[in-house]
């Protein structure tokens, strides 16, 4: 389980807070999608969550992050990261650039933690397998699609048994192939139980379809926080730049000109358009 | 099948089976034999009955016999050109106008040309039968910094990214009116705009690969493990031993000689 209490950041010669008074508790197992505009903090509180912040970016820091009980600040990065996997924007960032298959790259993290080769080998042939990139196993890493290395990225973290994984908008690089790919993967981890997801994303479309919770970040607060389906739909939320899904605009134009139920709550997805719109 | 980024060739060839630091050794211990040993067909004697057999053997040989001469050849017509008409004074073999090919430059020539040879194709023969990564761990597994090491092969591999990043920065100013081609001034006038924002750029890609590695235990301190085993013949760790001891007798010999002269 994830908690936050009271966090209040601001990086190094900033002038103001990055993230103000973040309270937040994400149980085991739950995939959590987070929203909201450019500079809301989505990132800041990803680095938060796997321990960045404060081991790599120094800054002010204020409150507590605890995994599982355990208070990141307290606890060594090296030790942290395999409890706490962190997948970044540009799949080409994260390929280590020394391995020469996928196999080998995805045993990279693993080798530093001198895991033995045996359970390696299993791991990294397990984990290739619930990520679906088996075919995959002798191609260069660098020569991959985006949406390939991106998955060869998340298997890379995944092998490394994490109980959490924070997604900082791993799908902004990859076409709708590519990220549905992303997604599909991460939702059939989520799942199984196994892991706690969180993933800062700007597709809502995918957020709606996909996430567990949605919690909204706005000037470094949280702005909404629950279902989809009531975040999503929010009217506040839209002066705060979050956004909404294209289900929801449509519904959101029917709802105006009374052809959509009153009784039915605005849509975030294509499933839930078509039953508004079916009678 | 050249791989990605780097010169290495895949084949299943008996030198490349070897440790990289067996390959490493023997490359110093040719770079110590030639540099050292006295002799003006020295560093030819040593490609040809070296090298060249054992990229042959390794089945590369027409890989580097054909990125040697690239880099040789402008090499050997300049120090031709330059030291056998420029040679201040000696014995001339040809006159052609005001300019006479003297005996000593020729025959200096000879030596640089051939020690450029014996030092290129030597590396290109280690380049090629050796996989960079494979070069990390085992330098890793003699307790070579493993940060040094994973800098050295990563830049390497990533480097034709950035390449790429520097064209469609060109292109992007091009695009936006910037005039990159003309005088000397032109030119120096669109260095900033192409340079500041691959300089910047990188730097923040730099950022996140540091995330990126860190998140995956790079800096964790203790034994690290390799999913490809290094394996090796027997005789070698003490054929590394005797070609080190080589050295060592190379250069004693040579101290050897200049003293007792």
């Known amino acids: ?279 | 099948m050249a791989q990605l980024n780097s010169l290495f060739v895949a084949r299943d060839s008996p030198i490349h089976r070897l440790n990289p630091l067996t390959k490493l050794t023997l490359t110093g211990l040719l770079l110590v034999t030639g540099l050292f040993l006295p002799g003006v067909l020295t560093n030819y004697l040593l490609f040809l009955g070296v090298i060249l057999p054992l990229s042959a053997l390794a089945g590369v040989g027409r890989q580097l016999l054909s990125s040697a001469w690239k880099i040789v050849l402008p090499f050997a017509i300049s120090v031709f050109l330059i030291q056998g008409f420029l040679w201040p004074q000696g014995t001339p073999l040809v006159y052609i106008g005001p300019l006479s090919l003297k005996s000593e430059g020729l025959q200096f020539a000879v030596v640089s040309t051939g020690r450029i040879l014996m030092i290129v194709s030597s590396f290109l023969l280690f380049s090629l039968t050796t996989r960079p990564d494979h070069l990390m761990n085992s330098l890793s597994r003699i307790g070579f910094p493993s940060n040094l090491a994973y800098v050295i092969v990563a830049t390497i591999q990533i480097a034709p990214r950035f390449q790429s990043r520097a064209v469609t920065i060109l292109d992007a100013q091009r695009a936006r009116g910037l005039e990159t081609e003309g005088s000397l001034r032109t030119r120096a006038r669109a260095l900033a705009p192409l340079v500041i924002p691959l300089v910047l750029s990188s730097l923040i890609d730099v950022e996140e690969r540091a995330l990126a590695v860190e998140a995956r235990g790079f800096n964790r301190q203790g034994t690290r493990t390799f999913l490809v085993e290094q394996a090796e013949a027997a005789w070698e760790p003490a054929g590394r031993w005797l070609m080190v001891l080589g050295m060592a007798a190379i250069i004693g010999l040579r101290v050897y000689l200049a003293v007792s002269r």
């Open chain 1, 1 to 279: 389980m994830i908690k936050i209490e009271q966090v209040t950041y601001r990086y190094p010669a900033a002038p103001s807070p990055a993230l103000r008074d973040v309270s937040l508790e994400i149980p085991a197992g739950q995939f959590c999608a987070v929203v909201g505009e450019n500079g809301a903090g989505k990132s800041t509180l990803a680095y938060l969550i796997a321990g960045f912040i404060p081991h790599f970016y120094h800054g002010t820091l204020a409150g507590s992050v605890l995994i599982d009980d355990q208070e990141t600040s307290q606890v060594p990065l090296n030790q942290l990261v395999q409890q706490v996997g962190l997948i970044f924007q540009n799949p080409f960032n994260q390929i280590s650039g020394t391995k020469f298959s996928v196999r080998e790259e995805i045993a990279f993290g693993l080798e530093n933690l001198g895991v033995p080769r045996e359970e390696m080998e299993e791991r990294v042939l397990s984990t290739m397998e619930r990520v679906e990139i088996t075919d995959l196993a002798d191609r260069h890493p660098l020569a991959l699609s985006g949406g390939q290395m991106q998955r060869v990225a998340i298997a890379s973290v995944l092998a490394m048994r994490p109980k959490v994984l924070v997604l900082d908008e791993p799908t902004s690089q990859l076409d709708p192939i590519g990220s549905r790919e992303v997604f599909s993967a991460i939702k059939t981890l989520s799942d199984v139980g196994e892991t706690t997801v969180v993933m800062i994303e700007h597709k809502l479309e995918w957020v709606a379809v996909f996430a567990d919770r949605v919690i909204a970040l706005s000037g470094g607060s949280i702005v909404g926080d629950g279902l989809a389906r009531d975040v999503l739909t929010d009217e506040r939320l839209l002066e705060k730049r979050i956004g909404q899904t294209r289900y929801t605009q449509a519904a959101r134009l029917a709802r105006q000109r009374g052809k959509w139920p009153s009784a039915l709550p605005l849509a975030v997805t294509l499933d839930q358009a078509v039953e508004g719109f079916k009678d």
